[in-house]
């Protein structure tokens, strides 16, 4: 699994950083996520799904 931002999308309004924020970041500079690590483990699959379906633009994806 792989998760992909869409920047023309992302409005940095955090909801992804404030459920995985070991995953996610909002740059303070650019107002944008920055993603620590695109792969994550099999063990926090379950919380980084819930951080992507959180994400009111819908600027986020996993992939297989």
Known sequence: MKIVVDYD???????????????????DDTDQV???DDSPEESDRGHVYAA?????VLALELRD
Not at 9 to 27: H, I, N, P, Q
């Open 9 to 27: 999308k992302c409005e940095g309004l955090g909801m992804c950083e404030s459920m995985a924020d070991d995953y996610f970041e909002v740059d």
């Open 52 to 56: 992507v379906q959180a994400c009111p």
């Open 34 to 36: 920055v993603v620590h």
